[in-house]
């Protein structure tokens, strides 16, 4: 990643001397070649600043998915011991029924009205 660090510096000083070495071999007059390689500089420095937040960002979008990749999995592996230890769970012998009668018997049909609804419906006729 130190190399990340340097790549605008590196884009920038390069097409400095680039150009430089251009203008000189093409006779451009030394004003107007300080000039071109001071522009040049400039923009690949920038050119190399994207380049590099371009490349950080690939990294770390990487770095997040490898991170949710072995979240997963952790997950997985936690949801199989857990399906394991349900399984020895329902194995015979490992669970006690304490029922003691049956619930079926009692039903909605052994309801009784109070005493007091009667008196209340006789007196009211």
């Given at each position: 990643?130190?190399?990340?660090?340097?790549?605008?510096?590196?884009?920038?000083?390069?097409?400095?001397?680039?150009?430089?070495?251009?203008?000189?071999?093409?006779?451009?007059?030394?004003?107007?070649?300080?000039?071109?390689?001071?522009?040049?500089?400039?923009?690949?420095?920038?050119?190399?600043?994207?380049?590099?937040?371009?490349?950080?960002?690939?990294?770390?979008?990487?770095?997040?998915?490898?991170?949710?990749?072995?979240?997963?999995?952790?997950?997985?592996?936690?949801?199989?011991k857990m399906?394991?230890?349900?399984?020895?769970?329902?194995?015979?012998?490992?669970?006690?029924?304490?029922?003691?009668g049956?619930?079926?018997?009692?039903?909605?049909?052994?309801?009784?009205?109070?005493?007091?609804?009667?008196?209340?419906?006789?007196?009211?006729?």
């Open positions: 990643m130190e190399y990340v660090r340097k790549i605008p510096l590196l884009l920038g000083t390069g097409a400095g001397l680039f150009i430089g070495l251009l203008g000189l071999s093409t006779g451009v007059p030394n004003k107007d070649n300080v000039l071109n390689m001071c522009v040049g500089m400039v923009v690949f420095y920038l050119v190399g600043l994207l380049v590099r937040s371009a490349i950080n960002d690939a990294v770390e979008k990487a770095e997040a998915v490898i991170k949710q990749r072995e979240e997963g999995k952790k997950l997985a592996e936690e949801l199989d399906k394991e230890q349900i399984n020895k769970e329902k194995t015979a012998g490992s669970h006690i029924d304490l029922k003691v049956d619930d079926s018997a009692s039903t909605e049909d052994d309801f009784d009205a109070l005493p007091i609804a009667e008196f209340i419906k006789r007196e009211l006729k």
